[in-house]
């Protein structure tokens, strides 16, 4: 298997810790879907957007969540990080797409302050996408009242919060702080020192490129 893109990218990375965790092989192309890279990205993902997951027989998937899907898919539903059915695989895909969703805001407030001329950012819309990161995230704060969000193992609603939390850590670090999310702090601190964390660091253009109040 190939990982298109990279581990500066959230939704890259949550693939890349998933398969580290899964311990399962793949190569990695590093591509940017911006620039120069963008036409090599569209050979995988017509909308020209990473991640995408080239199979060994040639498929191409792409969306993180549907990666990841696969990749629970490989490893069988002991170790799957999504439970295959009932009230505990929805608590968690839930969680994940409030996790998603909020980040994509963060996302598009990032693009509107670094992407847009400067007079022509708008920025009652990149307040309201911060209003909805932090709604998003501390309802996730608040659902975190042991070590686990679901049941007495990690799922990838751990996962996947703990990587989309340390994108934002990265890029809007005093943002971060002011939301006051110590349980989610805590949980991110554990995951980031572990070995399939480790093996997926996002590297120094996670705290470069696009940050916004570092
Ligand atoms: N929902 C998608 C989001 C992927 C995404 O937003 N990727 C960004 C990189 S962080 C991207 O490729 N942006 C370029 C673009 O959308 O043109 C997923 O979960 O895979």
Redesign the pocket.
Known sequence: MKLI?GC?????RRVAVTLAHHDLPFAREDLV??GDD?AE?RKYNP?????ALVLDDGEVL????S?IDHLDSLVGPERALTPATGSERRRVLNLVSIA?GAT?KL?SALYEHHLRPADMVYRPWAKMCDRQFQDGFQWLESQLTGDWFVGDRMSQADLSVAVFWQFALGKRPNFIARMNCSRLSALSDRLAATAAFLAAEAGPGLARGLALDA
């Open positions: 893109g500066n990218s959230p939704y890259v879907p911006f963008k990205v909308l020209g957007r990473v991640p792409v969306e993180s969540g990666i998603s994509d996302v």
